[in-house]
């Protein structure tokens, strides 16, 4: 098994996916004007002031749900990885996915806004790639196509985000667990399992709820921490920098010609922390209430650059300014070393104990307990956000069948087969706890890639609908109003919730 992941990760990630995702985001920068930078102010007013209803969670609650699964194991175990396999070079072009990647989640997550729609069972808005997939083309004679990539992607994503990824954070917290406190993975497996269950069965309010209270706190902390160390290494700051910026682009001696492998690791772990084009944050994006898409596109975003700019980049200077790193000629630790910053003892597994040891070097023996607890929180809220984007390509899977009351059960099939979705990442979260860590990274890439494949694609050719929706945004914004979307005047077709909305809104102006 563990030869047939490695071989399907070759052909999904291989540099045909690296480059679209460059170029998707160099292309929907220029097209939207760079965005991600111009809308700054916005992103963070709409943080502040966003709105909020019992359908629908606010701007910041959708903001850390979609923290919750970007924050997670690949930024701190995710980048000691890529930094050991692509050299320091990697951390620059996780840098600059993130730049590009904020124009991507700008569109994806518009999309995601766009198209979204109300849960049957609950009332909720539930939206994401498959459901825009499949409303974009649903009045056109490619309705049919629009749909099986929709499914096509909803089982991918119920496979990726129930299954596969979760495999990969509960790995690094039985890891980083044990190697702190001695904790076995079984028992750890078991508290992990405990406490998710009763998070995930409370639905997308508890969720949200837990997001919001947890997701900030633990970043804030993260990050002061790192930059305490980094300070007690300041003057190997400027250092870093250097160091960085010749790795990347191969002007550093000894790993000059890891270039492609800079690039490689660089953008490969810039899109598992970060996930613009991944296709997981138009979720969390389609649950948030908004007077128009755009809003939340623009708060979506901003995540990008929080996840990447702020949290991985202290975990890379945490490394990097301690020397807590080695640089491998190939892609596992079999591999020559060809960097060392000398700081690290033994041999260590690629992953936590870098981050470990590099606190170590500033809090003697306190490394181990800080990166696990931090992990503890990042890896769970993670897994929290999987199990809702994998219940939300569920209920698309479901269609109109989650409804229907299974005889002898008196429930409907969607609460049913809900339930089972619940039992499933249970057991992969088990299962990931104790499986090697080389096994679970392989199971979480290939999630990863498969969704982005499908993902990225696709908005190529949906777009235009996230940047009318811009250049509407931005033209009510000129004239100094709060926006209102009306997709029928923009020649949107298929948003139906935003066609009922705008309808009810011309009818009585005072209700809607």
């Known amino acids: 098994m563990s030869e047939l992941i490695a071989t399907l990760n070759t052909y999904v990630w291989s540099p045909p996916l690296v480059f679209l995702c460059l170029g998707a985001g160099v292309y929907f920068s220029i097209r939207s004007r760079f965005v991600q930078v111009r809308q ?24 850390a749900i979609s923290l919750a699964g970007r924050v997670g194991t690949g930024n701190i175990a995710g980048v000691a990885t890529a930094i050991a396999f692509g050299g320091p070079g990697a951390l620059f072009w996780m840098w600059v996915m993130a730049f590009l990647g904020a124009s991507t989640s700008f569109v994806e997550c518009t999309l995601g806004q766009i198209y979204k729609e109300r849960d049957r069972l ?13 409303r974009a083309w649903a009045h056109t004679r490619f309705a049919l196509a629009g749909r099986v990539y929709g499914l096509a992607f909803a089982a991918v994503t119920v496979l990726a985000c129930g299954l596969l990824m979760p495999m990969v954070q509960a790995n690094s917290m039985a890891v980083a667990m044990d190697g702190a406190w001695g904790v076995q993975p079984w028992v750890a497996a078991v508290g992990i399992v405990i406490v998710l269950a009763f998070v995930i069965i409370g639905g997308v309010k508890r969720i949200a709820t837990f997001a919001t209270v947890v997701v900030p706190f633990m970043a804030i902390v993260y990050i002061a921490a790192a930059l305490i160390v980094m300070a007690f290494n300041a003057s190997a700051v400027p250092e870093v920098f250097k160091l960085v910026i010749a790795s990347a682009f191969g002007l550093e001696a000894g790993i000059g010609g890891a270039v492609g492998a800079a690039i490689m690791w660089g953008v490969k772990r810039g899109i598992y922390s970060n996930e613009a084009g991944q296709g ?29 700019l702020f949290v991985c980049s202290a975990t890379g200077f945490l490394i990097l300014s301690t020397g807590a790193y080695r640089v491998f000629d190939g892609d596992d630790q079999t591999a020559p070393v060809i960097a060392d910053g000398g700081a690290l003892t033994g041999d260590p597994t690629v992953g936590p104990a870098y981050p470990q040891q590099g606190f170590d070097t500033v809090f003697n023996g306190a490394g181990a307990s800080f990166i696990a607890i931090s992990l503890a929180f990042f890896c769970f809220t993670t897994i929290v956000a999987y199990y809702y984007m994998a219940e939300t390509n569920l209920r698309f899977l479901l269609g109109r069948a989650a409804t229907f009351v299974i005889p002898g059960l008196n429930s409907p099939l969607g609460r049913t087969l809900t339930i089972l979705l619940q039992a499933l990442i249970l057991v992969s979260v088990a299962m990931g706890a104790v499986s090697e860590a080389k096994d679970a990274w392989a199971m979480g890439d290939l999630g990863v890639g498969l969704m982005a494949w499908l993902n990225v694609l696709g908005i190529l050719v949906l777009q235009n609908a996230a940047f009318a929706a811009l250049r509407d945004f931005e033209r009510q914004q000129k004239l100094g109003i709060d926006p209102q979307f009306d997709p029928a005047g923009l020649g949107i077709v298929g948003a139906d919730f935003w066609d009922k909305r705008a309808e009810e809104r011309r009818t009585d102006p005072v209700d809607a």
Request: hydrophobic share 40%; aromatic share 10%; proline share 6%.
């Open 280 to 308: 997981t944050g138009p979720h969390a994006a389609a649950a948030a209430e908004v007077s128009h898409p755009a809003k939340q596109g623009l708060v979506q975003a901003f995540a990008v650059y929080v996840d990447t």
């Open 122 to 134: 609950t009332g909720e808005y539930r939206g994401g790639p498959a459901y825009y997939f499949s």
């Open 40 to 63: 700054i102010p916005t992103m963070i007013k709409q943080l502040v002031g966003g709105e909020k209803s019992d359908d629908g969670v606010s701007s910041f609650q959708a903001l």
